[in-house]
């Protein structure tokens, strides 16, 4: 044991270690929550929407209505946009799957954004396919499309949305079974004969 005397703290040659005089915090009154999420956000994007190739923005309307989902349905020239109203946990990617399984055999994208992050997953037949690079699906997407993704433009700002609540079952399953019909009438329309004038 020294008896060297310790050294003043007032002086300049204090060996206290940096950060030890700092002010006291009454710990005792310090409670830390169970549930850190609120640090670090909801995790709920600000916008979610699942780009399609359906022509129309009431086909997409209709059978989101009949797959229940809560949706307004944005036209574009490459297809419906369908922007979803519930982002809470999966249910972008619930109905991502519910909308491609109704229109099997076409690919569909759904689009996350949160802040400046976005994510972009491709689906087909209700399955979650391969996650898109967001540049990618940007870069081929037109400019009314590329302003509704990036918040640039809004819902409220595009005409001819229709939303999902507002086409009941009954008339989404007449204007389905209706577009079907023609869809069947233009591809036999179509077919080429021996007597057409490209002569196959």
Known sequence: ????????????????????????????????????????????????????????????AAASSLAQLDLDAVPTSVGAVGVLRDR??????????????????VPLVLVTRTGEQMTAVRFADGVRGDELAPGLVLGGAPENVVDLLTGATTVADIEGVVGSDSIS?????????????????????G??????????
Request: glycine letters at 10%; zero cysteines; aromatic letters at 2%.
């Open 1 to 60: 044991m020294s008896d060297s005397p310790r050294p003043d703290n007032n002086g300049s040659d204090s060996s206290t270690p940096a950060g030890d005089d700092l002010p006291d915090f009454d710990l005792d009154n310090l409670e830390i929550p169970d549930d850190l999420s609120s640090l670090t956000g909801s995790g709920e994007p600000e916008f979610a929407a699942i780009i399609t190739q359906i022509a129309g923005a009431e086909p997409l």
């Open 88 to 105: 809470s946990g999966d249910a972008p990617e619930q109905a991502a799957a519910a909308i491609s399984q109704l229109v099997r055999g």
């Open 169 to 189: 079952k009954f008339k989404a399953m007449r204007m389905l079974t209706s577009a079907a019909r023609k869809a069947r009438k233009s591809m036999g329309k």
């Open 191 to 200: 077919e080429t004969g021996p007597d057409s004038k490209d002569g196959i």
